[in-house]
């Protein structure tokens, strides 16, 4: 069974700098795909960055292009997404999502971690 667990979510300023990772255990993940994913207060869940585990493609909604990137390490089962110039509106609940292919729904989430941005 897969399990995600996401760390790094804190408390920072307008401009700041943060880097989530998502731990992913219970298999092999050769050939999937990873997502972050965030939803803030009253609003639904969006997509914020994917990436493929086995080739590394990233993508990227256009409200963090620029300023998030995200990555694997391979050896150890984690996914990163740093987080440059922050703003208020990136505050939220920031989840991390797997699937076994790009042409199927996430399958699999984490429970969370939360990221405030001050202005």
């Known amino acids: 069974q897969v399990q995600l667990v996401e760390s790094g979510g804190s408390l920072v300023q307008a401009g700041g700098s943060l880097r989530l990772s998502c731990a992913a255990s219970g298999r092999t993940f050769s050939g999937f795909d990873m997502g972050w994913f965030r939803q803030a207060p009253g609003k639904e869940r969006e997509f914020v960055a994917r990436?493929?585990?086995?080739?590394?493609?990233?993508y990227y909604a256009d409200s963090v292009k620029g300023r998030f990137t995200i990555s694997r390490d391979n050896a150890k089962n984690t996914v990163y997404l740093q987080m440059n110039s922050l703003k208020p509106e990136d505050t939220a609940v920031y989840y991390c999502a797997a699937r076994s292919s790009y042409l199927l729904p996430y399958s699999d989430w984490g429970q969370g971690t939360q990221v405030t941005v001050s202005s």
């Open positions: 990436i493929t585990w086995t080739v590394g493609i990233t």
